[in-house]
């Protein structure tokens, strides 16, 4: 039963489903429903899909969500990056508005879904580690400024293509003397109140005495407005004879159930596509549903959160979605409106399934310019650059992970920017624990304790070199230690002892072993014996089972103060003083 | 001056180079020159191409290298595994024995140049310590089994072709009724002869009275005997009647000048072979290298080697050769038989060019079975899987990498299977960081010492929780130290304090910075108060210049004595004694 609630996180909050959860949970739904439309049909426009598939993907995935997730207020369904990213990965393979865009949108959900699905079945939510926060930052903000770039075309009324933010300005410019002013006038209109809505409407209804939490309610549904006002408009003076582009028949009634194509063509394709889409969605996801849970000191499970939106997505590849993940504003909308319990999502799903069946004759005239302002209007809010002031001041090695993040995502793409981000802020930190910091050390007089002989005033002995490397030994550096010590012994006549102070290595791997006994066997060749002191009781137990304790031509001593002791005890040389350089 | 020794080294050993120098030298490139023709010739033929381009690849890169390399031992040429390499990188663009094959070995070798000598420029030598030894060891071992089974077709006097070892035991099986009974004799013959010769020989010439180091270097003459005995007899008998394959026509006189071919298609398809081939050559050389160098307390200069092996491989790319590196077993002799410097390199570069001048003609009827069975014989001494044992005993992490090398390499051909070791090794190597030792620390009492709960009997006190990280907090173990601390939170509803006690961490990078801040955040929201302890100056000095400090909803504490001390005094609790469990 335990591990049945573990898998099946429904069987827990269930059980106590209490009738205050439920008001608290239809209000909240209700409110994230009217959200949600004008967004699932934006979003899927941006994905370039139909925007009935954008209604599809927030209704079974929501009820999957709710059975298997374990965050009660994520709100999943459709979100801007994602589509983004689905555009790209698809439109390697058709043109939009082609059935076989649209079949392999599904495939990518599907695929999207068995991947997180099996992550999380073999608990590989660690993987999505991998992505250091600046470079989910830049590639989140590159991201929204191709969108809000990708949506002036809407706004305009022209075409407009373009995979990255050079194709899409040389694009639109093309295209400048296309403009349709009807067209524009709404686009600009819509843009405006939708700002105004944002930043505005909430002081003004404070101000006419709402509860704060009312008026925050009111603003989000400032594009539910938006889509009605500008519908009215467009069916009433009859704008698409005047060339303003409009949505057209959405089709009424429930999603259709839709099997995923078994082409291995096309999954061969999509699969690194669908990989990415994963990660970056997981990873938004994780911490909107983290952010949000602490705040009810409650928890969220990563590896079965990956089992959710795997079966999310997998729900919307059944029934003509595409992929899906948590979206950060309407999960903090849902959480505001007082969802206590994943039913919130469920409810939703309700929602908009009645939507479907009853609303869809109404969006025929709905021009597209209003769901491209509902698009631009939401990334421009995820556009932020202060991570590039944030990482030059902190640290420089990020700074340079999320700058070409952030370049290679407008240069060349979403897939570009994300893979070279991680690979590089990998690569970053592999460098820096590949050079480690390696101090020769002499003892603080008066004292048993060894500082850095360039740092502080220090006893040594000219026939024994203390090494202290400041980092685990293993491969990547392994060589950079058998390079400084080379060059630090070569020449030097005098020395007869050599001795690597451990005191900061948690692990010596096969590499590092070898690399010590080759150490061990050039200074023998050199006549000249290495010892170990300080050795962590873990990482003697690995030595004390290989060749190299009965190879070691010196000893180990239990600290740095008894190994020069005796050392010099038996060598009887001269004790230098050093001065800090 | 100095900078142009740094990258000139002749300019450095040229100046004193002695009468003595010039007779060791001497001696030390008759030896190699004899040892080397016969190897040139059979692995030219492992890499599908004509016997000559392995004489040509044995003249004019063994003079580049000795202007611009380091070592003072090392012998440049072709050698077995990146033969291997060659094959398996030409083979995709054309077929073996065409004009294109060779033409494309010769860009392999172009680019391998350019590729190494960029690196060098640039000093990325230390790139090349992201291959761990026990995965180059691994990749050796099966390179050895993939070429003695290759050259099994030699001596069989069969066909067979395949890129990894079923491939091949296939393609030998289908062709067995084929075995020509002459080539197996001079084969299994030769074979037999050289075997002996490594292991019988020397014996057999000390008894005689022979110095070690003649009975050594004669030794190394065998492959010269096995050529001129079965050349003979191919020619006395006219083998080649018989079925039996011979050298043929190898062109007489000094290597052509080549223009590798400048095809983008072609640069496309072998870049990516060219930098495993030239990080392979480079790790395997500069292993060679550093041994030799150490024992006569040289140094060498990885980053100069770079661009010795790059200048060698253009000169092979200009002179008709194929990509060429230091090899382990002619060093090893050049080095024995009293090389003193990189002349003995040139001087055994005019003894092959030579042999190409005088000897080629000889060749004509030199039995391929004869150099199929100088490749087995050298090959198998390179095979050696103790490397998995060792790693077995010692780490399973390393052992999991060797293991999915040889068998990746052996299954699916060379250049995926080192791509896959050293792709894992990284992983590995990320996980175990990404996963990092945290203890929960109590006083030890009557003393300023906090040590892990589990392990020792210490006191606690249970609004105050402290937590002690083994690792430097970086994006791959951000999250984790997230989760965890929610992890231990939730549900504590005593507690009023969470210490980080940072005594082992050497860097937060701005991942672990915002999860930090993220930690306070959400801490703050369960009226629980963040506190650091022990933070290290260089560490201190960067969150200095961070909002994180002044967002801090607790304090940060010189020693965790302190911390405790302070924070227990404010809040007045209790004390709790835990036993280790």
Redesign the interface.
Known sequence: MKALILYLPILDWGRTYSRDALTNDLVAAIIVTIMLIPQSLAYALLAGLPPEMGLYASILPLVAYAVFGTSRALAVGPVAVVSLMTAAAVGKLALPGTADYAAAAIVLAFLSGLFLLAMGLFRLG?M????????IAGFITASGIIIATSQLKGILGIKADGENLFQLIQSLLLHLSDVNIPTLIIGVGATAFLFWVRKGLKPLLLKRGLTPRMADIMAKAGPVAAVAVTTFFSWALGLSKYGVAIVGTVPQGLPPLTIPSFNADIWTSLIGSAVLISIIGFVESVSVA??L???K???II?DQELIGLGASNIAAAVTGGYPVTGGFARSVVNYDAGAETPAAGAFTAIGIALATIALTPLLYFLPKATLAATIIVAVLSLVDFSILR??W???R??FAAVAATILLTLGFGVEIGISAGVGL??FL????T??P?IAEVGRVPGTEHFRNIKRHKVETHPEILTIRV??NL???????L??YL??RV??DKRLKHVVLMCSAV??I???A???LE?IN??LS??NIKLHLSEVKGPVMD?LQ??HFMSDLTGRVFLSQYAAIRELHADSGGTVSQTEPT
């Open positions: 660690f999505a580690n991998f992505l250091s926060h600046p470079v983290q952010t849970a602490a705040k000191r409650q928890r990563p944030t990482t001041n902190y640290s090695a990020d802020s990998i930190f592999l460098y820096r590949s050079r910091h400041d980092e293993y491969f990547a550096n392994a060589r950079f058998e390079d080379y060059d070569v020449g948690n692990e791997d096969t590499s072993l070898e690399s080759a066997h050039r060749d050199m690995k089972r290989t």
